[in-house]
Nanobody, 119 residues
Framework: QVQYAESGGGLVQPGGSLSLACVAS???????MGWYRQAPGKARELVAG???????NYGDSVKGRFTISRDNVKNMVFLQMNSLKPEDTAVYYC??????????????WGQGTQVTVSS
């Protein structure tokens, strides 16, 4: 069974930066990868997504501050977070949307990593 493991969360002051990484246990070529987050009492929301070819999209609240990227050779996806705000505090989840097989859609989640923005 494929697994996705996040790393890089932690505590950072407002205005600071943090980098997250997600590594997959098998190839992510052809898989749409993304980062989602969930704050206490709120629904999980899309932070950023990236196609296998590198096309990206971002949630409105992080545009211009966060950057998603991927390395298909290392089976990894990254999230660079700059100018962090207290409202960015949440558990961040790596997501894989696998539609490589015709008619089959498989969704995978990592275990999540906590990001806390506080002074």
């Amino acid at each position: 069974q494929v697994q996705y493991a996040e790393s890089g969360g932690g505590l950072v002051q407002p205005g600071g930066s943090l980098s997250l990484a997600c590594v997959a246990s098998r190839s992510i070529v052809g898989v749409v990868m993304g980062w989602y987050r969930q704050a206490p009492g709120k629904a999980r929301e899309l932070v950023a997504g990236i196609s296998s070819g590198g096309i990206t999209n971002y949630g409105d609240s992080v545009k211009g501050r966060f950057t998603i990227s991927r390395d298909n050779v290392k089976n990894m996806v990254f999230l660079q977070m700059n100018s962090l705000k207290p409202e960015d505090t949440a558990v961040y989840y790596c997501n894989a949307d696998d539609r490589r097989r015709l008619g089959v859609r498989l969704t995978y989640w990592g275990q999540g990593t906590q990001v806390t923005v506080s002074s």
